[in-house]
């Protein structure tokens, strides 16, 4: 019989003290491994819906807001801006591409957006079935919006107004289903797109003043717009606000509880190896008969090492593995969530470069912690231990 | 099989040396070694187990100098020429009865051999106990699955420590018997060390150790 055969019968006939040892280990190991599966989903879905938009110009109040409100549509806008005004800017020589969006209204929480077919574009969105909108009140919707609502071809719709309730319902002009997009992965997956002319529409008997839009997305030709354009600006309404910026400042806040919950995991972790370090010396005190028996059926002291150290082993693979499953399940269920509440799809499994060095890491302290009991089990003096008295 | 020639042994902390008569045991015939508590038998066995290195002194094993050999190759000698019934029966508690036997084969360098030991436990009256835990087994079937281990891959040497000192006299000569037989199957040579003197009545080949002041 192998030395690793026999190491897994004797952790699996010590349940308790092996299942304190895996469970510790397997928190340990999972809520890193969380963590890092979680700050992969976000950056990269912060990075995917930021891609390539240098400013977001809108009305004053926190830039944050207006990047939270304008670029992944999960807070409510900073207000609306004249589009005479906005044209200024749109205009501006060092501005490249400028995407213009006008929105206030839900449908069953999905946003509607009145924008150009720059937008849709600006995200690689194609169409999956139907066409894009060309007339005021033609919609072509995202694809988990057209999953979510079962919106198809052809369905007409009230929008309700506002963005977060759904009863303050505009009775009197339909909006027109004329197409659904394709996956993205990205913002436009959860938004209604239409013509701004549609938005101007349904609100045009409660306000009849200039035309009036929430954002506009810029892509800069020159460097020296993000110099010049807040200047241009001083003494409007308005604002510009740098997504890559303010999504910096967002994550370094998440930051410190990020910390404190690393320190927490790694201090689990570490009590995992404490445990898994007394497990295998009270087992050595337990078994000295056993082992000494071993050598006198012709095992060397180099198997006993062996065993001991596979047992240590085997418990830390065991832990590791339940770790990164639960980290998994974490991620399937907080990614539900997520879904849920904001629309947004973290889920994803496949493993995150980190977690390599986590799993290697945790090996390397697991065989340290094993190693030593297994030193120890070199030293049993057989003679002694099995002899009772001379 | 086994000679052993002026061996000598001093505990480290005691003041005098434990002096030993020569041993010579061929194989196929059996020696009873006979010493009342303090003579230093289990430090003789020991010694012939190559459990311990003796002072002065040698332990030659089938031909080979095998107190000369270091610690692992002497461990390996051990497993594939010995077996030994020690006078309290341990067992790997996390396997069972069946799997003890297969290891002690295994760990001897032979090849599985189930139809081996499950025959082996029956012969011994255990056939009903191959899958229990040894920690499930009385005192007697631990006993007995002992010398099933000891024997049961074929070794040339069979070393039994005070095999019968708790037994009454029908059960001594049922485990005599049975220790005859398993070497008698295998031709192996057989050493007894006991202070049991019912023992001297039924073996006619036998040592007595003398009084050795060094071992208390």
């Given at each position: 019989m192998k030395a690793a055969r026999l190491a897994r019968r004797n952790v699996l006939h010590r349940p308790l003290e092996t299942g304190l040892s895996v469970l510790l280990l397997a928190f340990g190991v999972g809520i890193i491994?969380?963590?890092?599966?979680?700050?992969r989903s976000l950056t990269e879905d912060l990075d995917r819906n930021i891609k390539d938009i240098d400013l977001v110009l809108g009305a004053k109040g926190s830039p944050l807001q207006l990047i939270l409100a304008n670029v992944y549509h999960v807070d409510v806008p900073t207000g609306n801006i004249p589009l005479a005004e906005a044209r200024k800017v749109m205009r501006h020589p060092y501005i490249a591409e400028a995407i213009p969006l006008a929105y206030g209204d839900n449908y069953e929480l999905f946003r509607i957006v009145g924008t150009e077919h720059s937008y849709p574009d600006h995200y690689g969105a194609e169409i999956a079935d139907g066409r894009l909108f060309e007339a005021p009140f033609e919609v072509t919707v995202g694809a988990e919006v057209a999953a979510t609502t079962g919106l198809g071809i052809g369905d007409t719709f009230y929008s309700a107004h506002g963005l977060t309730d759904g009863t303050d319902v505009h009775r009197d002009k339909a909006y027109t289903v004329v197409g659904i997009f394709g996956r993205t992965g990205s913002v436009i997956d959860q938004l209604l797109l239409?013509?701004?002319?549609?938005?101007?529409?349904?609100?045009?008997?409660?306000?009849?003043?200039?035309?009036?839009?929430?954002?506009?997305?810029?892509?800069?030709?020159?460097?020296?717009?993000?110099?010049?354009?807040?200047?241009?600006?001083?003494?409007?309404?308005?604002?510009?606000?740098?997504?890559a910026i303010e999504m910096n400042r967002l994550t370094q806040q998440f930051g410190i509880?990020?910390?404190?919950?690393?320190?927490?995991?790694?201090?689990?972790?570490?009590?995992?190896?404490?445990?898994?370090?007394?497990?295998?010396?009270?087992?050595?005190?337990?078994?000295?008969y056993e082992l000494a028996l071993l050598r006198t059926m012709g095992a060397p002291p180099g198997h006993l090492f062996a065993?001991?150290?596979?047992?240590?082993?085997?418990?830390?693979v065991a832990g590791i593995v339940a770790g990164l499953l639960l980290s998994r399940i974490g991620v399937a269920v907080l990614g539900q969530v997520l879904a849920d509440r904001f629309h947004y799809d973290v889920a994803q499994l496949a493993p995150v470069s980190g977690e390599f060095a986590l799993v290697a890491a945790a090996l390397l302290v697991g065989a340290v912690a094993a190693g030593i009991p297994a030193r120890a089990a070199l030293k049993i003096d057989i003679s002694n231990t099995l002899g009772q008295g001379r | 099989m086994l000679n052993t020639a002026g061996l000598r042994y001093r505990y480290p902390d005691a003041a005098a040396e434990m002096v030993?008569?020569?041993?010579?045991?061929?194989?196929?015939?059996?020696?009873?070694l006979l010493g009342a508590s303090g003579t230093g038998k289990t430090t003789l066995l020991h010694l012939v187990a190559g459990m311990r290195t003796p002072t002065q002194g040698s332990v030659d094993l089938a031909g080979q100098p095998f107190s000369a050999l270091g610690t692992a190759e002497r461990d390996r000698s051990r497993g594939r020429n010995m077996g030994i019934v020690f006078q309290t029966a341990h067992?790997?508690?996390?396997?069972?009865v069946r799997e003890n036997l297969a290891l002690a084969r295994s760990l001897a360098g032979c090849t599985p051999d189930d139809g081996m030991v499950t025959g082996l436990l029956s012969d011994l009256g255990l056939g009903h106990k191959?899958?229990?835990?040894?920690?499930?087994?009385?005192?007697?079937?631990?006993?007995?699955?002992?010398?099933?281990?000891?024997?049961?891959?074929?070794?040339?040497?069979?070393?039994a420590d005070e095999p019968t000192s708790a037994l009454d006299d029908a059960n001594t000569d049922a485990v005599l018997a049975l220790l005859r037989a398993q070497a008698d199957r295998t031709g192996a040579a057989l050493l007894i060390v006991t202070h049991d003197q019912r023992l001297k009545d039924r073996m006619s080949d036998r040592v007595e150790l003398a009084s050795n002041p060094a071992a208390a």
């Amino acid at each position: 019989m192998k030395a690793a055969r026999l190491a897994r019968r004797n952790v699996l006939h010590r349940p308790l003290e092996t299942g304190l040892s895996v469970l510790l280990l397997a928190f340990g190991v999972g809520i890193i491994s969380l963590m890092l599966l979680m700050q992969r989903s976000l950056t990269e879905d912060l990075d995917r819906n930021i891609k390539d938009i240098d400013l977001v110009l809108g009305a004053k109040g926190s830039p944050l807001q207006l990047i939270l409100a304008n670029v992944y549509h999960v807070d409510v806008p900073t207000g609306n801006i004249p589009l005479a005004e906005a044209r200024k800017v749109m205009r501006h020589p060092y501005i490249a591409e400028a995407i213009p969006l006008a929105y206030g209204d839900n449908y069953e929480l999905f946003r509607i957006v009145g924008t150009e077919h720059s937008y849709p574009d600006h995200y690689g969105a194609e169409i999956a079935d139907g066409r894009l909108f060309e007339a005021p009140f033609e919609v072509t919707v995202g694809a988990e919006v057209a999953a979510t609502t079962g919106l198809g071809i052809g369905d007409t719709f009230y929008s309700a107004h506002g963005l977060t309730d759904g009863t303050d319902v505009h009775r009197d002009k339909a909006y027109t289903v004329v197409g659904i997009f394709g996956r993205t992965g990205s913002v436009i997956d959860q938004l209604l797109l239409t013509p701004i002319e549609s938005v101007w529409g349904v609100h045009e008997d409660i306000e009849d003043a200039d035309e009036e839009i929430t954002a506009v997305l810029l892509k800069k030709k020159n460097p020296l717009a993000i110099l010049t354009l807040p200047n241009l600006l001083r003494d409007t309404p308005m604002q510009v606000a740098l997504p890559a910026i303010e999504m910096n400042r967002l994550t370094q806040q998440f930051g410190i509880g990020l910390q404190t919950l690393r320190a927490v995991a790694l201090l689990i972790m570490g009590l995992s190896f404490v445990s898994v370090f007394i497990a295998l010396f009270a087992s050595l005190r337990d078994r000295r008969y056993e082992l000494a028996l071993l050598r006198t059926m012709g095992a060397p002291p180099g198997h006993l090492f062996a065993l001991v150290l596979f047992e240590g082993l085997w418990m830390t693979v065991a832990g590791i593995v339940a770790g990164l499953l639960l980290s998994r399940i974490g991620v399937a269920v907080l990614g539900q969530v997520l879904a849920d509440r904001f629309h947004y799809d973290v889920a994803q499994l496949a493993p995150v470069s980190g977690e390599f060095a986590l799993v290697a890491a945790a090996l390397l302290v697991g065989a340290v912690a094993a190693g030593i009991p297994a030193r120890a089990a070199l030293k049993i003096d057989i003679s002694n231990t099995l002899g009772q008295g001379r | 099989m086994l000679n052993t020639a002026g061996l000598r042994y001093r505990y480290p902390d005691a003041a005098a040396e434990m002096v030993f008569p020569d041993l010579s045991l061929e194989k196929g015939r059996e020696l009873l070694l006979l010493g009342a508590s303090g003579t230093g038998k289990t430090t003789l066995l020991h010694l012939v187990a190559g459990m311990r290195t003796p002072t002065q002194g040698s332990v030659d094993l089938a031909g080979q100098p095998f107190s000369a050999l270091g610690t692992a190759e002497r461990d390996r000698s051990r497993g594939r020429n010995m077996g030994i019934v020690f006078q309290t029966a341990h067992f790997v508690r996390s396997l069972t009865v069946r799997e003890n036997l297969a290891l002690a084969r295994s760990l001897a360098g032979c090849t599985p051999d189930d139809g081996m030991v499950t025959g082996l436990l029956s012969d011994l009256g255990l056939g009903h106990k191959v899958d229990a835990r040894v920690d499930a087994l009385s005192v007697g079937e631990q006993q007995r699955v002992s010398i099933a281990r000891a024997v049961v891959h074929g070794p040339g040497l069979i070393l039994a420590d005070e095999p019968t000192s708790a037994l009454d006299d029908a059960n001594t000569d049922a485990v005599l018997a049975l220790l005859r037989a398993q070497a008698d199957r295998t031709g192996a040579a057989l050493l007894i060390v006991t202070h049991d003197q019912r023992l001297k009545d039924r073996m006619s080949d036998r040592v007595e150790l003398a009084s050795n002041p060094a071992a208390a």
